[in-house]
């Protein structure tokens, strides 16, 4: 979970009470910075439901690298031999000394052999390093004989693959080991489906869509002017649909799924990733499909409100925040395009609250009171 590997890390000892992790020995944790990632090392015994034990104890090989994939192997530059020195590739990276980098292609798929409570080893993996003109049968032995022709004054060769051998990916390196995490990390995260994630799918997805966010905006504005008003704002929770069905669930899954090992997969936190889906200037792959992904979760959770023609109809743009007017004339800013969300038009917006108020049980009122406050 760490993905730099030279940064310093602490270990805090915690222990479960009261619903709450705690410092062992009482007190509270100390103050976090948002979107820390972090992993929980304990015995499966403390695991309390029998069900899930199994299920997060489980072992499985899963494909880690496929064939065609390019590996880096380092080596220290200043061993290199004159002769060899043009086939050892400069790459920013930071190392503890001046590093080279030399290519190993896979021609087999390399597979992780998950064990709870281990870390991962890998199987298989025949491998060509042009630069020597060979062809190995694993990477460890790539980066064996990598090392005694290019590093040939060592007294040892070879070493950890996992942190000698790297994967080149957005112009960053980012070793075997950090990859292997990344992936345990996703292997554990679709053992766990869906009960850690939520009471229901339903839930989920209607809390992640953007119909829960018309709603709230929706009751911001009614807090908003029964401040102004003095005022108190009695609002009622969003009304949910009748209940769940195979492609509600289906969408909601894949689009958590989608996002969250986008998430592992990346140094950033959630709220960067939110506005890279929001910018329109991003048009990765991985982004693009995260927007797909959204938008078939919205039609779901349309579809499962009964309001298959608001399903049928929705489209979203590239728009200013709703209550900004956006003339055609008007040359934007930086600042103005950073605000830019991706969203529903406010006519088709508003279709959607007036239905969502229309709904039964769902009763929006205002009483009065002398002090003005807010519950």
């Not at 993905?3 to 944790?29: C, M, N, S």
């Not at 990916?169 to 994630?197: F, H, W």
């Not at 909601?252 to 506005?275: N, P, Q, V």
């Amino acid at each position: 979970m760490i993905p730099d590997a030279f940064e310093r890390t602490v270990r805090i000892p915690v222990q479960w009470i009261d619903g709450q992790w705690q410092l062992i020995g009482g007190g509270k944790l100390p103050e976090l910075k948002p979107n820390v990632c972090a992993e929980l090392f304990m015995p499966a015994i403390a695991l309390a439901i029998d069900e899930e034990r199994e299920r997060w104890t489980a072992g499985e090989t899963v494909v880690f690298l496929t064939a065609g994939t390019e590996l880096l192997a380092q080596v220290n530059r200043n061993r290199v031999p004159g002769p060899l020195k043009e086939k050892a590739l400069d790459k920013p990276h930071k190392t503890g000394h001046p590093s080279a980098y030399v290519p190993i292609k896979l021609l087999t798929d390399v597979s992780l052999s998950l064990i709870p409570g281990k870390k991962a080893g890998l199987a298989g993996g025949r491998c060509r390093v042009a630069s020597l003109d060979i062809e190995v049968g694993s990477i460890n032995e790539a980066l064996t004989r990598i090392s005694r022709e290019f590093e040939p004054d060592r007294k040892s060769f070879g070493g950890s693959v996992f942190l000698k051998v790297f994967i080149e990916r957005d112009s960053r390196l980012i070793s075997l080991d950090d990859l292997r995490d990344q992936r345990t990390n996703v292997a554990a995260l679709e053992a766990a489906r869906p009960r850690d994630r939520c009471d229901s799918w339903l839930e989920l997805s209607v809390s992640l869509s953007r119909v829960s966010d018309i709603w709230n905006a929706h009751q911001q504005q009614l807090a908003s002017d029964a401040v102004s008003q003095r005022l108190v704002a009695r609002t009622q929770a969003m009304p949910m649909p009748a209940g769940s069905n195979e492609l509600l669930e289906k969408a909601a899954s894949e689009f958590f799924d989608f996002r969250t090992k986008t998430l592992i997969h990346s140094d950033a936190g959630l709220i960067e990733l939110m506005d890279r889906f929001h910018d329109r200037i991003d048009t990765t792959e991985e982004i693009q499909k995260l927007r797909g992904l959204h938008e078939a979760m919205d039609r779901a959770v349309l579809s499962a409100y009964g309001w298959q023609d608001l399903a049928l109809s929705a489209r979203c743009e590239f728009l200013p925040p709703p209550g900004v007017k956006q003339s055609r004339f008007f040359r934007r800013s930086a600042q103005d395009e950073k605000e830019m969300r991706l969203r529903w038009p406010d006519e088709f917006g508003q279709q959607v609250l007036d239905r969502l108020i229309n709904l039964p049980d769902v009763a929006v009122d205002h009483e009065d009171r002398s002090q003005g406050e807010v519950s």
